[in-house]
């Protein structure tokens, strides 16, 4: 059995390994303290593993999950037959490559990471979730090389903490895993990972104490594979080698298990999945035998319909979560080769569900902890940007910055009936109140391609349009979660603009809809005297229309001085 040990690994490798950042845990701004003092492990699945009897890496994707189109699929399409087919897929959108359990967790991992950190715990991941991390160097540790680059963030956590260089190879190759292969050791290695670092948090004290223990908790995130064709939802497993944990444990897993069910079914707006066939149709692409057409989606829908709560399971026997000396759970959010009956696997490919997911993660956990969630929908205001003034019909060029506070903000893909294809979107947008006065309901979309995480601010920009009739208007704005399960949410943003109709002839004549030093010191330079020319561009400060700009005109502007941030009355001049 091939078995990589340190001596195999030069010294300017090591060094340059060693010197790496790695100290630290995940840090997000610490937003709210409901967890803090809390420890958190996470194992987002399995990752890419060298394999020794194919002497080959293999990504341990399990069932295909989702599309699989390499080119171009011709209209005779006869490509592979695991369903949903190949070219089902690819006609609806999916042009990319194969879909695989390991692409899903990482993203619902990197969700937790940010919501739970921003609440004050302390958050360790087990494997690479930076996706700008280079590739794995399997030559500097002495692997055999792959026919294809492998970026560290597909590696199993067994590599990714080598790689660190601060973690002891009695984690990442631990002596129980002895003479097992290397996919079974990096389920080892998880678990020793979770007791180091709480070791790490808690040391010199017994790591049996409900002080210690009880302050801890690991999780590993995977998506599940069936035996049979309607195998649906999510399930949750438990398992312990230590009788003082069983009980924490199992509550563990029911808060964990509740949380994401709960956070699906009520904050994730699913209903564009009846948009893919309709209900009690057969789908084209399924088998001429198939049992059954398909039931459609519906949140708070039977057993066929609404998302499938497949409960608490154990005597999983890994060792993952077998031998973690704290309360440690595997959750299998959905399953990846379902294709028919239910939308698990479309789910699964949308970024927006994935954040939702999270949310459900680290609800449970603060339940797990007797901890009070935050909101999930909560924003600040950070700036407003608009100009004082504009002139009636001017174009107002302005922007809005929000803080978000509560679940992320970003894009996903869903089924869309218009176009029978799978496009990008979003839910997160900054909407116009009822109040605006100058586009009341009006929505602005969040930017394409982003993730807002708790604590993190994005900028809206707004145009607007002044009114043509004079006065003071406001226009005001909400973020809004624009589906099913949301509606506006957060601090209001608001700026007042005024609309400095015909305000140049009482001597507003920077228009800034006030009569001011400003303004005083453009007066002067165009000030000629009675019965002289007009100098070139000024004839705007001739106020008494006599074809000079005089003391007369000044007498105007002197009345109307009303001091910067106001307007004076339209009287002034009489």
């Keep these: 059995m091939f078995r990589l040990q340190s001596t195999g690994l030069t010294l300017a490798y090591l060094m340059a390994v060693l010197s790496s950042p790695w ?41 295909l999950c989702g599309p699989n189109p390499a080119t171009n699929c011709p209209p005779d399409w006869e490509g592979s037959t695991y369903k949903p087919s190949d070219y089902y ?11 695989c359990e390991d692409d899903m967790t990482p993203e619902i991992a990197r969700f937790v990471e940010k919501y739970v950190a921003s609440s004050g715990a302390e958050v360790w991941v087990s494997r690479n979730l930076d996706k700008n991390a280079g590739d794995f160097d399997y030559d500097g540790y002495g692997y055999p090389n792959c026919s294809f680059p492998l970026p560290k963030w597909q590696t199993a956590a067994k590599y990714y903490l080598q790689d660190r260089g601060d973690i002891p190879i009695s984690v990442w190759n631990p002596p129980l895993s002895e003479g097992r292969d290397e996919e079974e050791t990096d389920l080892y290695a998880k678990a020793y990972y979770a007791n180091y670092r709480m070791l790490q948090k808690f040391p010199g004290q017994d790591q049996s104490s409900p002080l210690v223990w009880g302050h801890c908790v690991s999780i590993s995130i995977h998506s599940n594979a069936g035996t049979f064709d309607t195998a649906r939802g999510m399930e949750t497993y438990w398992d312990t080698r230590y009788s003082y944990l069983q009980e924490d444990a199992t509550r563990l897993a029911g808060n964990i298990n509740s949380g994401v069910v709960s956070s699906i079914r009520n904050l994730y707006d699913g209903f564009w999945a009846d948009a893919m066939y309709p209900v009690g149709a057969m789908p084209p692409e399924w088998p001429p035998d198939a049992p059954y057409a398909y039931d459609g989606y519906a949140h708070a829908g039977d057993s066929k319909t609404c998302w499938q709560d497949r409960g608490l399971k ?37 970024q927006i569900w994935r954040a939702t997911v999270a949310w459900g993660f680290y609800e449970g956990i603060c339940h797990q902890f007797n901890a009070t969630p935050k909101p999930h929908l909560a924003a600040d205001v950070v700036s407003v940007n608009f100009p004082v003034a504009a002139a009636p019909d001017q174009t107002i060029k302005g922007s809005i910055t929000m803080r978000n506070l509560g679940m992320a903000w970003c894009w996903g893909h869903k089924f869309t009936a218009a176009t029978k294809q799978y496009a990008p979107y979003t839910v997160w947008r900054l909407q116009a109140t009822p109040a605006d006065q100058f586009v009341p309901g009006a929505k602005i979309t969040l930017p394409p391609d982003v993730v807002i995480y708790p604590g993190e601010n994005v900028t809206f920009d707004v145009t607007l349009t002044a009114p043509a009739t004079p006065g003071v208007c406001t226009t005001e704005w909400r973020m809004v979660k624009d589906d099913a399960m949301g509606g506006e949410f957060g601090a209001i943003a608001s700026a007042q603009i005024r609309n400095c109709s015909n305000s140049v002839a009482l001597g507003d004549f920077d228009t800034d809809c006030d009569v001011d030093a400003d303004d005083l010191a453009l007066f002067v330079d165009c000030a000629a005297g009675p019965m002289l020319s007009i100098p070139e561009g000024c004839a705007t400060f001739d106020l008494d229309g006599d074809n000079d700009v005089d003391q007369d005109d000044f007498g105007i502007f002197q009345r109307c001085f009303s001091g910067e941030g106001d307007l004076p009355n339209a009287a002034c001049r009489e």
């Design 314 to 350: 154990t005597k999983m026997w890994t060792p993952e979560i077998l031998d973690a000396k704290m309360p440690a759970v595997l959750c299998e959010v959905a399953f990846h080769d379902n294709w028919k009956f239910y939308p698990d696997h479309v789910f699964m490919m949308d």
């Design 23 to 63: 100290a630290q845990p995940a840090r997000a701004e610490v937003l709210t303290t409901e967890l803090a003092s809390k420890l958190l492990i996470l194992h987002p699945s399995h990752g890419s593993y060298w394999d020794n009897f194919t002497r080959s890496w293999l990504r341990s994707m399990r069932p």
């Design 89 to 99: 897929y690819w006609t609806r959108g999916f042009q990319w490559g194969s879909f």
